[in-house]
């Protein structure tokens, strides 16, 4: 996640989690994902957001090193 999504001033952040529940790693051991649940609440004129999000991200060795290839994420709520 990067920086800009926290620096947002229309919303103020009341709180934030996020929890990994699966991790695995390829047999070959070059390739991995992880699936997580994010918990935001956010502050906004009308009153308190709360939001869950799942996501799941890919990731590949490269150089000796785990880089993110492919992350996705949504929200249960239209």
Wanted: with cysteine; aromatic share 12%.
């Amino acid at each position: 996640m990067n920086k800009s999504y926290f620096s947002d001033t229309t919303y103020l952040w009341e709180s934030y989690s996020f929890t990994i529940d699966k991790i695995e790693i390829s047999n070959s051991g070059d390739l991995g994902y992880d699936r997580g649940i994010s918990d935001v609440k956010k502050k906004t004129p009308n009153g308190i957001i709360h939001e869950i999000t799942k996501s799941v991200a890919v990731y590949k060795k490269i150089d000796g090193q785990w880089k993110c290839v492919v992350c996705i994420w949504n929200n249960d709520k239209p």
